[in-house]
């Protein structure tokens, strides 16, 4: 079990959980640094060029810095490792059969379309299923409770 050295002395799956924007903050701020540093850098240019006058480059550089800052809590969860939110996972989700899979074909999950396998026989075209797993690019799907494993002409 790895330790926080923060103020609680919590496990840190437990602080990911409690306060997620704090183990992804760093990450996102040095991910973001350089992009402030070229910003910086272009901005310097254009002062010292004399096309941007030195209150200009002031107001760029705290517009970009702004944009980072206002943009942090719609993104910070994509920063944090620790987090493994359902909404990433495609196990257990609900897809539908686009094409007869017998046993492999194509399904739809999300608006995605998706080469699956289908476990335990036939599964018609609309049928909906269960994602059970996931080897590379391809489903393992099983038909849903109550739909029927038989070909059907559809």
Known sequence: MKIDSGLFMRPLEEN??????????????????????????????LWQAGYLPAHYAWIVMAIWVGKEIVLFPFLYRYYNPHLQSEWFSLKGRR????????????????????????????????????????????????PEEGTSTEKTVR
């Open 16 to 45: 990911a959980k409690s306060r997620p924007w704090k183990s992804a903050a760093p990450r996102y701020v040095l991910l973001q640094l350089p992009g402030i540093a070229g910003v910086a850098l272009i901005v310097v240019l």
């Open 95 to 142: 897809a539908i059969a686009k094409e007869p899979l017998n046993p492999e074909g194509y399904v739809q999950v999300r608006g995605e379309i998706w080469k699956a396998e289908a476990e335990g026989g036939f599964v018609n075209r609309g049928d909906p299923v269960r994602i059970v797993d996931i080897h590379g690019l391809t489903l393992r799907v099983k």
